[in-house]
């Protein structure tokens, strides 16, 4: 009986986290109550208070389960991948980067970013900070292997993380204005160009 109650309780946990993040992203943290997250999850109001001591741990455990997602995992396992030329590399940092993209936590984190809520930051420190950086040292290596001109690596960084970025906050925010294709391939296009730059030599 005890393992059963475990059971729907981690079930009933599960309803109101995921409730809770179709909501934050439509309506932000502020505009979202208790009992709307309620609601959407079917429960009473007060087994949300018994999972979580207040609305700020929702946000709290929705970034943990994100930060624990295996999609962005891969994403640095590309981003330290030595295996393989540099440019691969970067290739497949753009397709996994797609493969991860999450339009309901892309919501949920801008809103919480225009309300100046800690879990933008909290997301920005713990996983956008670390992958920059790690772009920043593959773009320092194809420097230093002479497969890159010198460049300064911060700014190569922020271009390369910076378009894929916008084009997945277009396509999300502007649906009518999306390029049409498949994200992956359009990502490592994106690349590409990055990569090639669009001079003639």
Not at 49 to 77: M, N, V
């Amino acid at each position: 009986m005890a393992t059963g109650n475990r059971r729907l309780s981690a079930s009933s946990r599960d309803r109101i986290l995921a409730a809770a993040r179709e909501l934050f992203a439509a309506r932000g943290f502020k505009g979202t109550t208790t009992a709307s997250i309620a609601r959407r999850a079917r429960v009473n109001e007060a087994l949300i208070f018994r999972h979580f001591p207040a609305k700020e741990g929702l946000f709290t455990a929705i970034l943990r389960e994100k930060l624990e997602d295996e999609k962005l995992a891969r994403i640095i396992d590309a981003v330290e991948c030595r295996d393989v030329p540099v440019e691969e590399a970067l290739r497949l940092v753009a397709a996994r980067f797609a493969e991860a993209f999450d339009p309901v936590f892309l919501r949920l984190y801008y809103h919480s970013a225009l309300e100046g809520h800690a879990l933008a930051d909290a997301f920005y420190d713990q996983f956008v900070s670390r992958f920059i950086a790690m772009v920043e040292q593959l773009i320092d290596r194809g420097i230093r292997e002479g497969r890159f001109r010198k460049v300064d690596r911060s700014i190569a960084a922020r271009a390369f993380t910076g378009m894929l970025r916008s084009y997945f906050l277009t396509n999300e925010l502007f649906p009518r204005h999306a390029l049409k294709g498949d994200p992956k391939e359009i990502s490592t296009s994106f690349c590409s160009l990055f990569l090639e730059g669009v001079n003639s030599r």
